[in-house]
């Protein structure tokens, strides 16, 4: 594995699926990151059996540990500085960071719907009740706000009659696996640049 390869800390909090896709990925040198830690703030999912198998190290970092919020963010900075990341990636992950991990690194966010519409914990629920013919998923830079990042990449998915809310976030979720893994290899191998909320693949000055 080359060491120039970007250092990803993974964080998740249910299946895993987008990180086994990732997982799946940087088996291949030329992808360009390797991942360095998988993290979560819950015990027994499958996303840290899906680490565990592929022989990743990781942790876990429990909001109801701590006596408030802020002690929670600072422990997980604290854990995934210790992995010392170039990028982390939330893949599924159901808190919105904290400045202390905000401030340290650039994190990546994925959403199942097209931001800004229907942000939050019920993108693909929120998006089929307002009866939408056209939603999709987002992969954007993470800020303070929820779902409020820079948007890096965007695909569209279209809502079939019948669809319920399972049905549409496994097609979503299809479609996202590989936009995700697109985005993070082309942020490893190429850089990027933030200017406002205008994001550019690259690195400055090229
Ligand atoms: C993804 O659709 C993600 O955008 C959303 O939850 C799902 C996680 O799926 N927040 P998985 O855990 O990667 O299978």
């Given at each position: 594995?080359?060491?120039?390869?970007?250092?990803?800390v993974?964080?998740v909090?249910?299946?895993?699926t987008?990180?086994?896709?990732l997982?799946?990925a940087?088996?291949?040198e030329?992808?360009?990151a390797?991942?360095?830690a998988?993290g979560?703030?819950?015990v027994?999912?499958?996303g840290?059996?899906?680490a565990e198998?592929?022989g990743?190290?990781t942790f876990?970092e429990?909001?109801?540990?701590h006596?408030?919020?802020?002690?929670?963010?600072?422990?997980?900075?604290?854990?995934?500085a210790?992995h010392?990341?170039?990028l982390?990636?939330?893949?599924?992950?159901?808190?919105?960071l904290?400045?202390?991990?905000?401030?340290?690194f650039?994190?990546l966010n994925?959403?199942?719907a097209l931001?800004?519409?229907f942000p939050?914990?019920h993108?693909?629920?929120?998006?089929?009740?307002?009866g939408?013919?056209i939603?999709?998923?987002?992969?954007?830079?993470?800020?303070?706000?929820?779902?409020?990042?820079?948007?890096?990449?965007q695909?569209a998915?279209?809502?079939?009659?019948?669809?319920?809310?399972?049905?549409?976030h496994?097609?979503?979720?299809?479609?996202?696996?590989s936009?995700?893994v697109?985005?993070?290899?082309?942020?490893?191998?190429?850089g990027?640049?933030?200017?406002?909320?205008t994001?550019r693949?690259?690195r400055p000055?090229?």
């Amino acid at each position: 594995m080359s060491s120039q390869a970007a250092r990803l800390v993974v964080l998740v909090s249910g299946s895993g699926t987008n990180l086994q896709s990732l997982l799946d990925a940087v088996a291949d040198e030329s992808y360009g990151a390797r991942i360095v830690a998988v993290g979560a703030d819950r015990v027994g999912i499958e996303g840290l059996a899906r680490a565990e198998r592929a022989g990743v190290p990781t942790f876990v970092e429990k909001l109801s540990d701590h006596p408030e919020r802020d002690a929670w963010d600072r422990a997980l900075a604290a854990r995934i500085a210790g992995h010392r990341p170039d990028l982390v990636v939330c893949a599924g992950f159901m808190k919105i960071l904290g400045a202390p991990t905000l401030a340290a690194f650039p994190v990546l966010n994925t959403h199942p719907a097209l931001l800004p519409a229907f942000p939050g914990a019920h993108g693909v629920r929120d998006a089929l009740s307002h009866g939408v013919r056209i939603t999709g998923c987002t992969v954007m830079l993470a800020d303070a706000g929820v779902d409020t990042g820079p948007i890096i990449a965007q695909e569209a998915v279209p809502v079939l009659d019948g669809d319920d809310e399972a049905a549409l976030h496994e097609r979503i979720k299809t479609v996202e696996r590989s936009l995700l893994v697109e985005t993070v290899g082309r942020m490893a191998r190429e850089g990027w640049t933030v200017t406002g909320r205008t994001f550019r693949f690259g690195r400055p000055g090229r």
